[in-house]
Antibody, heavy 115, light 106 residues
Framework: EVQLVESGGGLVQPGRSLKLSCVASGFTFSNYGMNWIRQAPGKGLEWVAYISSGSSYIYYAETVKGRFTISRDNAKNTLYLQMTSLRSEDTALYYC????????WGQGVMVTVSS | DIQMTQSPSLLSASVGDRVTLNCKAS??????LNWYQQKLGEAPKLLIYYTNNLQTGIPSRFSGSGSGTDYTLTISSLQPEDVATYFCFQYNSGPTFGAGTKLELK
């Protein structure tokens, strides 16, 4: 069974940093591009970042470019999102999702940016 | 960026109704569109990929169609368990989601 399990969320002050992780299982992680997608409370979905299977191609939404860094460790079957200079508008449930076509999602991890 | 406009934003329908949800792209997305269902407190679930392909395990009452800029998700006979918010998603370039259609029972 394909599983994606996010972790690393929590309450953080504006301007601080946080690093999310997503551990994958049930498939060959190194064969798939991966995404981070977020959903602010009561709001819609926003694609955040994508990384190709071998990390050659990386793309970001304009709202996070320069502040967030997506990366992966294929030996550990793990996807990461390093978030810096966090703002209140970054408060959201962050999902990792498999593939360029975003077929499979984790359950999400909450990030709250507040003083 | 490609903008995705979903309509209606709220839809009330009865059990057994045929329901149509719409998604319009601001430019041609070459059928690179998925539909997701999100129930309260749950992660989104893929229903339809590449415009009209039913994801494994999804009931056949769900179907998708469209081309160019206009896409549709149809539920042929609405069931109580279909109450959810539905999102379209284009991955043709600079991936973007629609704002969603909330489907409720009348």
């Amino acid at each position: 069974e394909v599983q994606l399990v996010e972790s690393g969320g929590g309450l953080v002050q504006p301007g601080r940093s946080l690093k999310l992780s997503c551990v994958a299982s049930g498939f060959t992680f190194s064969n798939y591009g991966m995404n981070w997608i977020r959903q602010a409370p009561g709001k819609g979905l926003e694609w955040v970042a994508y990384i190709s299977s071998g990390s050659s191609y990386i793309y970001y939404a304009e709202t996070v470019k320069g502040r967030f860094t997506i990366s992966r460790d294929n030996a550990k079957n793990t996807l990461y999102l390093q978030m810096t200079s966090l703002r209140s508008e970054d408060t959201a449930l962050y999902y990792c999702a498999r593939g360029a076509t975003v077929a499979t999602w984790g359950q999400g991890v909450m990030v709250t940016v507040s003083s | 960026d490609i903008q995705m406009t979903q309509s209606p934003s709220l839809l009330s329908a009865s059990v057994g109704d045929r329901v149509t949800l719409n998604c319009k792209a601001s430019q041609n997305i070459n059928k690179n569109l998925n539909w997701y269902q999100q129930k309260l407190g749950e992660a989104p679930k893929l229903l339809i990929y590449y415009t009209n392909n039913l994801q494994t395990g999804i009931p056949s009452r769900f179907s998708g169609s469209g081309s160019g800029t206009d896409y549709t998700l149809t539920i042929s006979s609405l069931q109580p368990e279909d109450v959810a918010t539905y999102f379209c998603f284009q991955y043709n370039s600079g991936p973007t989601f629609g704002a969603g259609t909330k489907l409720e029972l009348k």
